[in-house]
C-alpha cells in the first residue's frame, strides 16, 4: 500500500520561503513520477508542480514558475517543494501524489496520479 507523508508546511510571512517534503513508501520510487497539488479555502485542488521519474521532466503551474522549485531524492524516497518568494495567495493545504502507473511521460492532471498524502498546510501572511 502506497504511503505519502507530508512534512514542513507552517506559517510565513510574503517574500519568505518554505520547504515542505513528501517521504514515500510501498512503491518503487525511482520509477514513479510525483507531483505536489493545492488547494485553498473555497477553491479546487489545483497542480503546483510535477517531476518525472527520471526528474528530467518538470512542468510547473504558471502561477509558481521563477518561485518554486520541485526535486526528488531517489535514495531517501522523498519529493521536495522549495517554495521562495511566497505571496498571500500561496496560502493553502499542499498535498503530495504519486502517479498510478510507473515509467512513461508526465501528468499534471489530477486522474494522472493515484496516490495522495494528507496534506500540509502552508500559510503565507501579508
Known amino acids: 500500500q502506497v504511503q505519502l507523508v507530508e512534512s514542513g508546511g507552517g506559517l510565513v510571512q510574503a517574500g519568505g520561503s518554505l520547504r515542505p517534503s513528501c517521504a514515500a513508501s510501498?512503491?518503487?520510487?525511482?520509477?514513479?513520477?510525483m507531483g505536489w497539488f493545492r488547494q485553498a479555502p473555497e477553491k479546487e485542488r489545483e497542480f503546483v508542480a510535477a517531476?518525472?521519474?527520471?526528474?528530467?521532466?518538470?512542468p510547473y503551474a504558471d502561477s509558481v514558475k521563477g518561485r518554486f522549485t520541485i526535486s526528488r531524492d531517489n535514495a531517501k524516497n522523498t519529493v521536495l517543494l522549495q517554495m521562495n518568494s511566497l505571496k498571500p495567495e500561496d496560502t493553502a493545504v499542499y498535498y503530495c501524489?504519486?502517479?498510478?502507473?510507473?515509467?512513461?511521460?508526465?501528468?499534471?492532471?489530477?486522474?494522472?496520479?493515484?496516490?495522495w498524502g494528507q496534506g500540509t498546510q502552508v500559510t503565507v501572511s501579508s
Open positions: 501524489a504519486a502517479a498510478k502507473a510507473a515509467w512513461g511521460t508526465t501528468g499534471t492532471s489530477q486522474a494522472y496520479f493515484g496516490s
Open positions: 510501498g512503491l518503487t520510487f525511482g520509477s514513479y513520477a
Open positions: 517531476i518525472s521519474w527520471s526528474g528530467g521532466s518538470k
